[in-house]
């Protein structure tokens, strides 16, 4: 399970490597503002660390304050944003668009799952 968790924790910064190579090859602009609002949501939650300072728990491998995780924030951002761009922009059937929000939201909860399941952060700095 420690070895799934590793692999889907990191799947966020794929993401974003994603969103970029997105913008890259079809020169759209939403592709550059997802990945610039999933940046503002990893800046956020930097400076809140900072303010909240909850340590991690107790045995993570990760020094510094643990809340709010950087990972399941930008997953839970990426969900929420792709999702309404599916609503907005995506033309498919109903069935498939709701197939598309579940697999998103499903992901973002994966990785907040995560971060749990390595000890890094307790559930309730997810």
């Known amino acids: 399970m420690q070895k799934v968790a590793a ?7 794929l ?25 503002l949501v990893s800046c956020l939650c930097h400076e809140l ?3 909240i300072q909850e340590p991690r728990p107790e045995g993570s491998f990760r020094k510094g ?14 969900a929420l944003h792709l999702s309404l761009w599916v609503a907005r922009r995506a033309r498919c059937a109903p069935a498939l ?13 994966l990785v907040a799952a995560s971060r749990s399941i390595l000890g890094v952060h307790s559930t309730s700095q997810l």
């Open 49 to 51: 660390k900072d303010i």
């Open 15 to 39: 993401a974003a490597f994603g969103l970029i190579s997105a913008f890259v090859v079809t020169r759209r602009l939403p592709w550059c503002w997802a990945f610039l609002g999933a940046l």
């Open 65 to 78: 304050p643990g809340m709010p995780s950087e990972h399941a924030a930008f997953g839970a951002f990426c």
């Open 97 to 109: 668009k709701a197939l598309a929000y579940l697999a998103l939201f499903a992901w973002a909860f």
């Open 7 to 13: 692999v889907v924790t990191l799947t966020p910064n």
